[in-house]
């Protein structure tokens, strides 16, 4: 017996447009569904995570249970962004880690069909006469004057970055599109994704520019969706059927962290620094490097975001993020699949959701129930969100000893 | 009568940026603070940063806030050490004309005028 936790149950709805159905009924769907896949109920549940960025104040949470069985534990409504998802995970892991529950459900969902473009910072409206507002004494809204703030340009930026500062002398537009390439054709084969259609590398870049070199299908799709997990602790799993505990996923590894303070942070986020952070220590806490990964979900919020977390989370070489691309190895037949659901440019990202949809991409896979996008004999996977402000999740998966 | 469009930036003969400098460890910040976000202690000093610069990233925004002419590239401008948040102006906003690592040097102009009168001065980086 160890204090390791365990996902016992898992689920994610269909990422798209649901018009029909509201936050808590897409909560709902990945809780109940969760519950179901770990064959235990709401009155086994000793604590609840949930995390909604879009009403991040109107607890999502009790929402749930008011829905689906108010037994009165403890519920921690998180947000950190598009790391929430992660967030919510985190919590409930660290509750059973502290002996305080022995299952835990973590749910993130979002409805963001029709959203259109996010950005971070002030909209303030200008006054009458100019007087300086805020920590910077604008007269005049900055975004846009000053920088962007729009996501699709600041993670344009992160993977410019990128190239810089490796001396990359190549042609920035096709490289980042034939990484959204790679993304979409890897949808194709999942039926969850809100987007399943190939594109041709013609087409991605062909498509509508929104912040160059990002065009519109290199950047996240918005859509409607939830996932939900259930975890468990060693003690108890060690107490159930044989095939609860046959289909039960090790959380080898569960970190979350922040952005430590970097030259250029005020100007640009940071989101290499605290995802190399939490990399480290996943792997540290996992027991395993990143040559025993069969497979990774990473945080292609962008095209462009996706390059440098090869490099953050020590996939390739220091430096040779490209080199790696461009070897293959990141295709569903390469050396390391990255993002063999769509990833978030294909698959979806209802903010709040992806952080568990992620991990339940690695579960399926794990469990031997990735159907036609099963990569052969996966034991170990792992999965990444970054959310601005910022944080990282990273959660390293291991399929149960046999 | 004019007024920047930040209180970082320093209107006159010659524009420039400000930066808080924490008297500790050195860590530069343009906003206003209330401690170092590095070493946490709580002195600064006002230090003008070089307005020449290298662009260590940049992106050509087509869809940007009510108000905001497009396409507008915006990047990050390294002046001597320190990162700046900038637009690159006076340039063709495309790629053919916005390269990583080209020279640049701070620019000043108007961008707006209240109901008295009053000019708002913005600033941004020119090819040099």
């Known amino acids: 017996m160890s204090d390791d936790v365990w996902i016992l149950g898992i689920k994610m709805t269909k990422f798209g447009k649901h018009p029909e159905r509201d936050t808590v009924d897409l909560a709902a769907e990945a809780a109940l569904g969760a519950l179901s896949d770990a064959q235990v109920t709401m009155r086994d549940m000793g604590v609840l995570a949930a995390g909604n960025l879009m009403a991040a104040a109107a607890g999502i949470g009790q929402q749930l249970q008011k829905q689906i069985g108010q037994t009165g534990i403890p519920v921690f409504n998180v947000a950190n962004a598009c790391a929430t998802g992660a967030t919510a995970l985190r919590t409930a892991v660290m509750a059973i880690k502290a002996g305080e529950a022995d299952y835990g459900l973590a749910v993130g969902v979002e409805k963001l069909a029709g959203a259109g473009l996010l950005a971070g910072g002030s909209r303030r409206e200008g006054d009458e006469t100019f007087t300086p507002h805020g920590r910077h004494g604008a007269v005049l809204p900055v975004d846009g004057r000053i920088g962007t703030e729009t996501m699709p340009g600041v993670f344009a930026q992160v993977g410019m970055q990128y190239l810089y500062e490796h001396q990359y002398s190549g042609t920035p537009f096709e490289l980042f599109a034939r990484i959204s390439e790679k993304n979409h054709s890897h949808s194709t084969l999942n039926p969850l994704a809100a987007y399943t259609k190939k594109m041709s590398l013609e087409q991605i870049m062909g498509d509508v520019m929104i912040a160059y070199p990002n065009t519109r299908p290199m950047c996240s799709a918005n859509c409607d969706g939830a996932a939900a997990a259930v975890v468990v602790s060693d003690a108890k799993l060690k107490t159930l059927s044989k095939e609860q505990q046959r289909r039960a996923v090790k959380v080898a590894a569960s970190v979350l962290t922040s952005d430590p303070w970097e030259e250029a942070c005020q100007v640009l986020p940071d989101v290499n620094t605290l995802t190399q952070n939490a990399a480290s220590q996943a792997y540290e806490q996992a027991g395993v490097g990143p040559e025993d990964l069969d497979l990774v979900e990473l945080h292609d919020c962008f095209a462009t975001a996706e390059l440098v977390h090869y490099d953050n989370l020590m996939l390739c070489e220091p430096g040779g993020a490209v080199d790696y691309f461009e070897s293959g190895a990141t295709w569903r037949d390469g050396s390391l699949p990255v993002n063999v659901s769509g990833g978030l440019e294909s698959k979806g990202h209802p903010i709040a959701a992806t952080g568990i949809a992620n991990v339940w991409e690695i579960c399926q896979h794990l469990r031997g129930e990735g159907g036609d996008r099963q990569i052969e004999g996966a034991r170990v996977g792992l999965a990444h969100v970054i959310g601005l402000g910022s944080a990282c999740g990273v959660h390293i998966l291991e399929k149960a000893a046999a | ?128």
């Not at chain 2, 940026?17 to 002195?43: Q, Y």
């Open chain 2, 1 to 128: 009568m004019q007024v920047p469009l930040v209180d970082y930036l320093v209107l006159g003969d010659e524009p420039h940026l400000v930066a808080h400098e924490c008297t500790s460890c050195g860590a530069r910040f343009f906003d206003r603070r209330n401690a170092c976000a590095s070493c946490g202690a709580t002195e600064f000093l006002a230090v003008e940063v070089p307005t020449d610069g290298v662009l260590k990233a940049f992106t050509i925004v087509s869809f940007a806030a009510p108000g905001i002419p497009v396409p507008f590239v915006a990047g990050i401008v390294d002046c001597g050490g320190t990162s700046v948040r900038a637009n690159v102006v006076n340039v063709d906003p495309d790629p053919e004309h916005v390269t990583l690592g080209m020279k640049l040097r701070l620019a000043t102009f108007p961008v707006g005028e209240d109901s008295e009168g009053t000019e708002a001065v913005g600033f941004g980086f020119e090819p040099r």
